[in-house]
């Protein structure tokens, strides 16, 4: 009965020892999968990626992935194949679906600023910034991601969503990558070819990367074109290189006969600012995945 008794005690204290152990890594998806899960108490959800080996008792890195204006969060994950470079380098990726529905599928609520469909968003619109702030939230009470290494990308409306969290909510961010959709900011109301200051205050320098492509006739680098696209790429590198306190640059060279790079450098906190830009590319995702990832892999939330 005692030898009994004890055994019963072994087993209750490895039990103790194991539950922690088991509690204590993410428990969500598989490594190397793609799966749509339910974000928390939202009621939406977002296309989930964990990379190839992760450990689930390590929290890894967070890239948010924001799809185009019209576009799905499972569209651009397929599109942009960062799913592959996540398995390369270890990071996770989550893309949801933005919060305005439209026909062709859905657009982010900037507020201030017109959709594709030419719509200012209301009040009445989902908070898109208030459901990414819950996504990272979610996932680091499920201990899958590490707070510090949390990152934003995305392509068109998708870069504008991106540079928009680097605008209000840099204090979740450690970096952003916007594709083909860098804003700093919406455009000054008398003079729509200048960002409105009082619309992008980050309270932390946010080091930037963005790409594009010089034959974009989307969102030219040029500028012009809809209501949300008036000021040029270099403006908008420029005011994010004066938020950051940037003191070196612009630099310009040619990373190879095809692209070329605009850098600000010498900025507050470690901060840098970025522009990568492919000659003869049009409006698509003009990023090289491995660069975003370097860029990325260099900074870290203080």
Not at 37 to 51: C, E, F, I, Q, Y
Not at 102 to 117: K, L
Not at 231 to 240: E, K, N, Q
């Amino acid at each position: 009965m005692r030898r009994q008794s004890l055994g019963f005690a072994i087993a209750a204290l490895a039990a103790l020892w194991a539950a922690p152990a088991a509690a204590a890594g993410c428990t969500l998806g598989a490594p190397g999968e793609t799966v749509r899960v339910a974000v928390g108490a939202t009621g939406r959800s977002a296309m989930l990626h964990l990379p190839e080996g992760f450990a689930r008792t390590r929290p890894a890195p967070l890239v948010l992935l924001l799809h185009g204006s019209g576009g799905s969060g499972k569209a651009i994950l397929e599109n942009s194949k960062l799913a592959a470079a996540a398995d390369r380098h270890g990071f996770i990726v989550v893309a949801p679906d933005a919060g305005i529905p439209v026909q062709m599928g859905f657009v982010w609520n900037i507020p201030g600023v017109p959709t594709v469909t030419g719509r200012i968003p209301t009040a009445e619109d989902a908070d898109d910034v208030a459901f990414l702030k819950g996504v990272i939230d979610w996932l680091a009470a499920n201990r899958c991601v590490d707070r510090t290494r949390v990152y934003a990308t995305g392509l068109s409306g998708g870069g504008r969503m991106s540079s928009w969290l680097g605008c209000v909510a840099a204090d979740r961010f450690a970096a952003i990558a916007p594709v083909v959709g860098l804003r700093a900011g919406n455009p000054l109301a008398s003079d729509p070819r200048l960002p409105d200051p009082a619309t992008c205050r980050p309270d932390r320098p946010l080091p930037v990367i963005a790409f594009a492509g010089d034959a974009d006739r989307t969102n030219p680098i040029q500028g012009g074109g809809a209501g949300y696209w008036q000021y040029t790429m270099a403006t908008a590198l420029a005011r994010w290189a004066d938020l950051d306190l940037c003191r070196a640059g612009p630099v310009q060279r040619d990373i190879d006969a095809k692209l070329y790079e605009i850098r600000y450098s010498d900025c507050r906190a470690g901060a840098e600012v970025t522009g990568r830009i492919t000659r003869g590319a049009g409006h698509v995702w003009a990023a090289d995945n491995d660069a975003i990832w370097a860029f990325f892999a260099r900074h870290r939330r203080r």
